[in-house]
Every structure is written in C-alpha cells, then in structure tokens.
C-alpha cells in the first residue's frame, strides 16, 4: 500500500486493492510536468512543445509482457483507445503516449516487435492516436511531493517491484499534471478515463465562457 499525497487531503497515488475516491469536482493540478523528449514510432521527437494543446496520457509499456505487464493492455484498449479512436472528431487532441520499457523499467533502442504486436492485437491501432516512444521514463515519472518520489518509489506489490511502471498520468494542454492512476485493475482504468472526461469537461465550460465573452 502506497500513497503519495500532491497537496492536503488529496491522494495522487492509491496502490492497494484498486478502490479510490474523489470528491473534488474539478481536477487539481498537482505540478508542472518536467522537461521531457522521447522519440516517438514515427521517428519524430515527442516533448513539452509537441504536446502543447493536447490533453497526453502516459503510461509505460514492456517489450517482454506487453499484454499483462505493467498496465492491463486489453482493457486499457477497449476502455480508453478504441473510445477515442472512433471519435476522433470530438477526442483528436487527446493522445496516448507509452514509454516503451524492459521487464526492469529501463529504456530500449528498438521497438519494432512491439509495433507489429500492437497492431496484430490491436484493432485500428494508429500510432498518430496511441505513440510507443523511446526514452528514458524518469524524465516524466520523477515527480516529488512530501519527500516521496514516484520513480525512486518501490513497492512488492507493483511490476518488477517499481510503482511508476503501473502508473498512468493525466497531463493537461498546459503540460500540468492532472492525475496519477494505477493502470493494471479494469476499475482504475475505469476512473481514469472519467477523469479524462472530468477534463475535456473544464476544457469545454472555459471554451463556452470565452465565447460569451467575445
């Protein structure tokens, strides 16, 4: 069991049996995100600049498990992708960008087996929509609050004894993070997802204000 607190009362991580509550109706921001560069499928750099104006969602992904590993990929897929994939209309800003990892939560060069696993596994998969990055997962998981750090955080219960490795972040289009969620239990994913909506909802209200305001 596992929290790591971003501000009084708030829990940024619940690692225990996957029950989490909220009460707060809009989402706190907890940080800045750091400076961050990955190279995504495509070949082109992915950063702070890149993302600037989207709502990201991180996770981590192994080379060795990806189906079972770190985050439960079947369900994080037909939860969250194949969702934002068919509404692309609406949800093309909001994008999906894992970092590819060893079974030890270390970076990897080459992700082409994972590519073609993705998309025998995956219906529709769009690296456009869902991007499988290089580079090394610290610059985006070394978050400190209340002298706990979500890298340096272990714990027996997570994938290879590290917390970040089952963590998924919200990351919002002024690169502030949102939220930090477990990613391996089918009802955080679950929650997750509402709070991507809980979201794309202050988006919206704001965007309504501005406009009554022109």
């Known amino acids: 069991m596992m929290i790591i607190v971003f501000g009084p009362a708030s829990a940024l991580v619940l690692i225990t049996m996957g029950k989490c509550e909220h009460n707060f109706q ?11 560069e990955f190279v995504g499928a495509n070949g082109k750099l992915v950063n702070n600049e890149t993302q600037e104006g989207k709502i990201t969602l ?10 079972h590993c770190a ?6 897929n037909l939860q969250i992708y194949q969702d934002y994939r068919k509404n692309q209309k609406s949800l093309g800003h909001i994008k999906i960008i894992s970092v590819v990892t060893d079974q030890d939560g270390n970076p990897v ?3 082409d087996e994972l590519l073609y696993t993705l998309n025998d596994v995956i219906e529709g998969y769009d690296s456009t929509i869902w991007n499988l990055v290089t580079g090394d997962p610290k610059q985006i998981y070394d978050i400190e609050n ?3 750090n979500l890298y340096s955080t272990t714990s027996d219960s997570t994938f290879a004894g590290k917390s970040f490795l089952e963590t998924m972040l919200i990351v919002d289009k002024e690169n502030q993070l949102r939220l930090v969620r477990r990613g391996n239990q089918e009802g ?5 997802k509402q709070h991507v909506a809980l979201l794309q909802k202050q988006y919206d209200k704001d965007d309504k204000i501005k406009n009554e305001e022109k």
């Open 26 to 36: 809009t989402l706190p921001i907890y940080s800045e995100m750091p400076e961050y």
């Open 58 to 67: 991180f996770t981590t992904i192994q080379t060795s498990c990806p189906q």
């Open 188 to 192: 955080l994913i679950r929650d997750y």
């Open 109 to 111: 060069d080459n992700i």
């Open 146 to 148: 209340n002298g706990i």
């Open 71 to 76: 985050i439960d990929l079947f369900k994080f």
